[in-house]
T-cell receptor, first 113, second 110 residues
Framework: KAGVTQTPRYLIKTRGQQVTLSCSPISGHRSVSWYQQTPGQGLQFLFEYFSETQRNKGNFPGRFSGRQFSNSRSEMNVSTLELGDSALYLC????????????FGPGTRLTVT | GEDVEQSLFLSVREGDSSVINCTYTDSSSTYLYWYKQEPGAGLQLLTYIFSNMDMKQDQRLTVLLNKKDKHLSLRIADTQTGDSAIYFCAHGGGRRALTFGSGTRLQVQP
């Protein structure tokens, strides 16, 4: 089975712009979770989608949003980018959802200048 | 609280055993995980243990759980240079998201 894929792998944006990141889960997995990884805050949970519904949400501002499509692919969007949004954004897929057996993609490295 | 604490750094010689420790505060966790992250890569799920277990062995990896002390450890036998990476302890359960520790950087010296 192919693993979790994320596109793009690297992205450079300017403050105030918006960005959309994409994640394709492992075939058959219905849950996609997003995490932000920074040197200062470590790994922090953004949100989880399961069968196209947001099932859980972390403590991030409303500028961070996501969605999931009927084929389980997910996108996350960050609007009005700030310098502090520079991070590695990781997507994880799971068959049953929640924290059980999450498999991670390689991440998208976002740099905001 | 949901804090997970790990030591920042561990250095071992190739062929020795490595033991990476983790403590957590959330006693309701159902699953406890170990992930490995190599430079420039995502997280690789190494192994996990259910909270009703004390020990799990998987090839060179041994996970020990002391639920009373909320202490989790990962032992890597015969550590190789390819094991050099950052190791994250994480816990979760039910529909809750994973809560990660800050990671332990393992350096394996030849």
């Amino acid at each position: 089975k192919a693993g979790v894929t994320q596109t793009p792998r690297y992205l450079i944006k300017t403050r105030g712009q918006q960005v959309t990141l994409s994640c394709s889960p492992i075939s058959g997995h219905r849950s996609v979770s997003w995490y932000q990884q920074t040197p200062g805050q470590g790994l922090q949970f953004l949100f989880e989608y399961f069968s196209e519904t947001q099932r859980n949400k972390g403590n991030f501002p409303g500028r961070f949003s996501g969605r999931q499509f009927s084929n389980s692919r997910s996108e996350m969007n960050v609007s009005t980018l700030e310098l502090g949004d520079s991070a590695l954004y990781l997507c994880a897929s799971s068959f049953s959802g929640g924290s059980y057996e999450q498999y991670f993609g390689p991440g998208t490295r976002l740099t905001v200048t | 609280g949901e804090d997970v604490e790990q030591s920042l750094f561990l250095s071992v010689r190739e062929g020795d055993s490595s033991v990476i420790n983790c403590t957590y505060t959330d006693s309701s966790s159902t699953y406890l995980y170990w992930y490995k992250q190599e430079p420039g890569a995502g997280l690789q799920l190494l192994t996990y243990i259910f909270s009703n277990m004390d020990m799990k062995q998987d090839q060179r990896l041994t996970v020990l759980l002391n639920k009373k002390d909320k202490h989790l450890s990962l032992r890597i036998a015969d550590t190789q240079t390819g094991d050099s990476a950052i190791y994250f302890c994480a816990h979760g359960g039910g529909r809750r998201a994973l809560t990660f520790g800050s990671g332990t950087r393992l350096q394996v010296q030849p």
